[in-house]
């Protein structure tokens, strides 16, 4: 157990993400540490080829093979395309690092750049603040949100797809680009954790995946507030915060990157769709 005395976050802070459910950080990682995961992000886009994958990226035949790509991803680097980035023919309609969704799921222990920008200081230390006594990063995701194309993620809590008993997942969001609301940055509704979960996202034994709705009363998205943030801000997440984000409709980029933690001690269910093998087993914080 990595154990510090050294807190990261005030009081005030502290206060603000018991209240709110999310806490914004500014100037929490430095311009040249994104600058750098974002190089690393295209250099990985550069040795995607979507012809590769063709029928899970084949739009006339989504089912399947695009469900077996998703559900595999856990321990894997893989690729994710916007809507209608590809034609009939499944070729791209745009240069390869603007159709893209989204890297996923396991850079953080797969590639060298991504796994060190994930266990920088001080994220580590930011979870024992906020109460963490173990924490393992579950997953990360490197998102383009790119100019015109990006589109809107819907409003949703990430408990809902990364389930544990009891409740333990907290998004790290890193700002890579400044986020504006034109760009599409995130939106959430204050004290909207302290709500109880309304969906539950699982596997259906089926080989195919099931939205499980627990209760039917809408979030009150009517109070969310646009969450703007420097290149290096960082978000800590509640995974029980209603959040979202808006379409980009600028022409800027608008990069982020996000690792999720949970608590080591905390049941992991097995049909989560994010499952780990044993040869690639969670890791924390520690830097070997
Ligand atoms: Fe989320």
Not at 160 to 183: H, K, R, Y
Not at 223 to 247: D, F, N, Y
């Amino acid at each position: 157990m990595a154990m510090s005395s050294t807190s990261v976050l005030s009081p005030q802070q502290l206060e603000s993400w018991h209240d709110d459910g999310f806490l914004v950080i500014e100037q929490a990682l430095s311009p040249e540490a994104c600058e750098q995961l974002r190089r690393q992000a295209l250099m990985l886009v550069d040795s995607f080829e979507p012809a590769e994958n063709a029928t899970v990226f084949d739009t006339n035949d989504q089912s399947h093979a695009a469900d077996d790509y998703f559900l595999s991803s856990g321990d894997k680097i893989r690729f994710f395309l916007e809507d209608g980035a590809l034609d009939d023919s499944a070729r791209l309609t745009r240069p390869k690092a603007q159709s893209i969704n989204k890297i996923g799921h396991a850079m953080h222990d797969l590639d060298d750049v991504f796994a060190s920008f994930s266990r920088q200081d001080p994220l580590g230390q930011i979870c024992t603040d906020i109460g963490f006594s173990d924490p393992l990063l579950l997953q990360s995701m490197y998102i383009f949100k790119s100019p015109e194309i990006g589109g809107e993620v819907s409003w949703h809590t990430d408990h809902t797809f990364l389930w544990t008993e009891p409740q333990s997942v907290v998004g790290m969001w890193v700002a890579i680009d400044d986020a504006t609301v034109d760009n599409g940055c995130m939106w959430a509704v204050p004290g909207g954790h302290l709500e109880p979960p309304r969906f539950r996202f699982r596997r259906d034994g089926r080989g195919g995946t099931t939205m499980e709705e627990l209760s039917s009363e809408p979030w009150n998205t009517d109070s969310a507030v646009p969450i703007e943030a420097e290149q290096g801000t960082l978000v800590l997440l509640h995974g029980t915060l209603p959040h979202g984000s808006g379409p980009n409709t600028s022409d800027k980029s608008r990069h982020a990157y996000t690792v999720h933690v949970i608590e080591a001690g905390a049941d992991y269910p097995d049909d989560n769709w994010l499952q780990r093998p044993t040869s690639l087993p969670l890791s924390g914080f520690q830097t070997a």
